[in-house]
Nanobody, 128 residues
Framework: QVQLVESGGGLVQPGGSLRLSCVVS????????IGWYRRAPGKGREAVSCISAIDGATYYGGSAKGRFTISRDLAKNTAYLQMNSLEPEDTAVYYC?????????????????????WGKGTLVNVSL
């Protein structure tokens, strides 16, 4: 049974940092890619970042470039999203997801396609 569990969200001041974790069970991270997405209040879902299973290549959505870093620890079967220089506009529920059919990130514009397993999300609140 595939399960993805996010953690690490919380309240942080503008300019601060957080590291989100996504613990995966049911497959190994060198088999399937992991993506991070977010949904801000009143907005649609946005693709943040993706890391390919086959070679660890990383990809970022427009709002994440230069501030966020995706990584993985194969020994812990955990993916991470390091977020720096956080802004109030980064306030959202952050989700990790996996594509159970591929071993690479399928990119269409700024969207990562094909994710069919999702975690329940962790809330990030950037505020004074």
């Amino acid at each position: 049974q595939v399960q993805l569990v996010e953690s690490g969200g919380g309240l942080v001041q503008p300019g601060g940092s957080l590291r989100l974790s996504c613990v995966v069970s049911g497959f190994t991270l060198d088999d399937h890619p992991i993506g991070w997405y977010r949904r801000a209040p009143g907005k649609g879902r946005e693709a943040v970042s993706c890391i390919s299973a086959i070679d660890g290549a990383t990809y970022y959505g427009g709002s994440a470039k230069g501030r966020f870093t995706i990584s993985r620890d194969l020994a812990k079967n955990t993916a991470y999203l390091q977020m720096n220089s956080l802004e109030p506009e980064d306030t959202a529920v952050y989700y990790c997801a996996a594509d159970g059919a591929k071993d690479y990130c399928s990119i269409h514009g700024y969207w990562f396609e094909g994710m069919d397993y999702w975690g329940k999300g962790t809330l990030v609140n950037v505020s004074l």
